[in-house]
């Protein structure tokens, strides 16, 4: 149904006589509406959005293990630094971060203590 | 990277296989003044007569993990020799201005969260060369904490034995049954480290997780 009525927003499907004659509603003019492609593009696009947002959030939120708010004030993300090696450091909030990456594996186990 | 630590787990997986048993490291861990270091004095002060630290009420005493090697612990005519690490508690908040209450001047206190905040990191890192952990709760205070939950799931995710120890028992408020009920998955073993109440539970307890 790619014609749609400009007024009443009916669909009419290709060919229908009431695209010559006028729509039900009196109207006479009729958008075309190509089917498929349009739509891809809505979801394609309402995908990308979400997708966008998600990592919007992991960027804008969750990536600090440390945030540092002032001196000897510290926020300690501990779910981050369980899972990753590498320690991120947010310096006063101000959009500044220090990564630390890992000496994890340089380190000999006796070095810990 | 990714692949390097991957094979370094695989490998301590196959070593495990073989020096399972005879002796194994266990981490105690939990927030801070849960009494973990109580708890390793304790278990230090029963089988070798030592002490691993010294506890304190102002929080974040311990800042740098401790480890003692070859604890031998007897239940049952059999024995298993143990190290043990006492770490930092973990927390998601270090302010300075918690421990000003205790006297500490602003650069002393300061000089705590940082350490204290390092001593988090160093813990943490501790978790890949445990072959067991001992979670440590205060059975006085609400177990749904981030903290526990987060290390639980953690750990679980590890695949490493775990005990928690429901501590603090001889205080009139204590209930093991809350935490007993916040992790029904676990074994939850009640306790005072402080007074030694029921640690020979714990013991026994520790021989079958993680003998």
Not at chain 1, 84 to 106: C, F, M, T, W
Not at chain 2, 162 to 183: C, E, G, M, W
């Amino acid at each position: 149904m790619p014609h749609r009525c400009t007024k009443c927003e009916k669909t009419y499907a290709d060919g229908d006589i009431r695209i010559l004659k006028g729509c039900d509603c009196g109207n006479n003019r009729f958008i075309y509406v190509p089917k498929e492609p349009k739509e891809r593009k809505i979801f394609d696009f309402e995908e990308v959005k979400d997708k966008k947002e998600i990592s919007f959030k992991e960027i804008g939120f969750g990536i600090e293990s440390i945030k540092i708010i002032a001196p000897g004030q510290y926020e300690i993300n501990i779910e981050k630094l369980l899972e990753r090696d590498e320690i991120v450091i947010a310096l006063q909030e101000n959009g500044r971060y220090i990564i630390h990456l890992p000496s994890l594996l340089k380190k000999k186990k006796g070095e810990k203590v | 990277m990714g692949l390097m630590l991957n094979l370094r787990k695989k490998l301590r997986f196959i070593l495990r296989l073989f020096l399972r048993k005879d002796k194994v490291r266990i981490g105690i861990y939990g927030p801070p003044n849960a009494g973990k270091t109580t708890l390793a004095n304790r278990i230090l002060r029963d089988w070798t007569g030592d002490i691993m630290g010294i506890p304190s009420e102002i929080p974040h005493e311990t800042r740098r993990a401790r480890l003692r090697e070859g604890v031998k612990i007897q239940v049952d005519k059999k024995t298993l020799t143990i190290d043990i690490l006492d770490t930092p508690g973990l927390a998601t908040k270090i302010d300075f201005h918690d421990f000003l209450k205790y006297g500490l001047s602003e650069e002393e206190a300061k000089r705590r969260a940082k350490e204290a905040t390092e001593g988090v990191i160093e813990a943490i890192k501790w978790l890949d060369d445990l072959d067991g952990i001992l979670l440590v709760m205060d059975a006085t205070e609400d177990p749904y904490t981030q903290v526990n939950v987060t290390i639980v799931g953690n750990i679980e995710a590890r695949k490493l034995p775990l005990l928690i120890v429901a501590n603090k028992i001889d205080l009139p408020n204590a209930s093991p049954a809350r935490i007993r009920a916040a992790f029904p998955q676990h074994q939850v073993v009640p306790v005072s480290a402080l007074k030694g109440i029921n640690i020979d539970s714990l013991y026994r307890a520790i021989a079958e997780k993680f003998g």
